[in-house]
């Protein structure tokens, strides 16, 4: 079994989707091949190469090479929507994926690979753009391939004081500061940094405090971005000459591995209620991690003999 790949962005089976996929490849084999890129990463038919592996059966492939990371994804969209009836929030989440994925493709470019509309799109566009999760593009794709100026939205007065995942407490001549968690610091010992804080502002404080699913939801977003970018530069073609450099930053990378540790722990996993394929990915990831870093802590360790 392998770990979910970056191009599958469709839900997965359910118990019950799964169970009965898996019956009839017992009963039938795979009927249609799936499909790998030139590497070997699945981009359509991840579940039936995982049940094949589960009975030990062979799982025809086709090759599909010479795509890019941007053309795999939207080739596994198009292969695997057709097959599957989507409600409105997995189809919501499903086009907040594409974007975070592809921000500079058009709405249209959205809307066409996840069989959406493209004014949905631009609604969840502007959504994630102000929650900061995606960044606002000056140019994109449209759907005939050519590169489209796109104005900056003006910023609403209502939201341009919005941080994602912050609490914001509103300037009132020169009287208060932002970015201080009122959270974690309460009113009282917000009043200690800023002054006394006026009823109104005191409200607005409560109003605007995200909702804790969404602000996890973001970060988890703008993490998973940030470490892509951080895994592309090990494929740059200066990275050998330039390895050394990044060795001063292990430390703050060690600090983050230790605190998304604690995080894993804190979010209990095993108590969710989710699928068991969901459960196979995660305990799959988790022990290639684990793997990989208990590898890396041996190497260590021989050297220091």
Known sequence: MTSPTPYQLLPPLSDEEYAALRADIAENGVRVPIDVDENGAVLDGHHRAWITAELGLDCPRRVVAGLTDEQKRTHALAVNLYRRSLNRAEKRALIQRSLVSDPHLSDR????????????????????????????VSERIDTQGRQQPVPRPAARADEADLLAGEDWVEPQDGQFEHLLDASSLGAPHLETFVGPIPSEARARMAERRRPLPEAFAGASHALARAAERLGRLTADDR???????????????????????????????????????????????????????????????????
């Open 109 to 136: 470019q959205h809307a066409e690979r996840t069989g959406t509309d493209h004014k949905t799109v631009g609604v969840q566009r502007t959504q994630l753009e102000g929650r900061g999760e995606i960044p606002h």
């Open 239 to 305: 990275w050998s000459k330039n390895r050394g450099a990044t060795h001063p930053h292990a430390l703050d990378l060690l600090g983050a591995l230790k605190n998304m540790s604690d995080l894993v722990q804190a979010m209990d996993l095993p108590t969710a209620a989710t699928t068991s394929e969901a459960r196979r990915w995660w305990a799959t990831s988790l022990r290639q991690t684990s793997d990989a870093l208990a590898d890396v802590a041996n190497s260590l360790e021989q050297e220091n003999r």
